[in-house]
């Protein structure tokens, strides 16, 4: 049988001994971790492809008008 994500008994038993529930051995940091690891490997993928569709859009190099009072 393999392990549950999350264990409620072991965070239970954390809680009440006064343990901490997050941290490098804290209970609660699988379930913080996998989310927040998977929106931010989104985010970065979502960026890199955007990057390659629009490659002058975030570095100034784009077509630009000049608008004055004497002309265009």
């Not at 931010?40 to 002058?56: H, I």
Request: without cysteine; aromatic residues 4%.
């Amino acid at each position: 049988m393999t392990k549950p994500a999350f264990d409620f008994e072991t965070a239970l038993r954390h809680l009440q001994s006064g343990q901490a529930l997050t941290g490098k051995d804290g209970p609660l940091t699988p379930p913080i971790k996998q989310p927040a690891k998977a929106a931010l490997e989104a985010e970065t993928g979502q960026y890199l492809e955007q990057k390659q569709l629009q490659p002058g859009r975030r570095n100034g190099h784009s077509k630009k008008t000049v608008k004055t009072g004497s002309g265009s």
